[in-house]
């Protein structure tokens, strides 16, 4: 989930033990606009195991929802790819004590 800006993220409840069940609770939500003048929210769920939903509001309607349930066919895929900054940062520590250690011996 990308939780930057206007949008708030959750997690009430994560778990996993290797061999065993992924359990967790997540959620999302992001408004925009100003109640009685274009208000909307849309909020979205997570319950490992369980379902995920959706929920639309805005001004003129209270709530409208989609609620999907997991079934046994349905599966999460976990990567752990880094990201492009996650490489930069690396070969920046790793180039910094060599750039460090050449210019000590150019003094000696």
Do not use: H
Not at 77 to 102: C, D, F, H, N, Y
């Amino acid at each position: 989930m990308n939780c930057t800006g206007a949008r708030r993220c959750g997690l009430s409840e994560f778990s996993f033990t290797p061999g065993g069940a992924l359990t967790f609770d997540a959620y999302d939500s992001v408004e925009y606009g100003i109640w009685r003048e274009g208000w909307s929210r849309t909020s979205r769920g997570f319950q490992a195991g369980s379902r995920f939903y959706t929920v639309y509001e805005n001004d003129w309607t209270v709530a409208s929802s989609a609620d999907y349930d997991f079934t046994a066919r349905t599966k999460f895929a976990i990567s752990a790819v880094p990201e492009p900054q996650t490489w930069l940062m690396l070969g920046a520590g790793m180039a910094l004590p060599g750039a460090a250690k050449r210019r000590r011996s150019r003094k000696a």
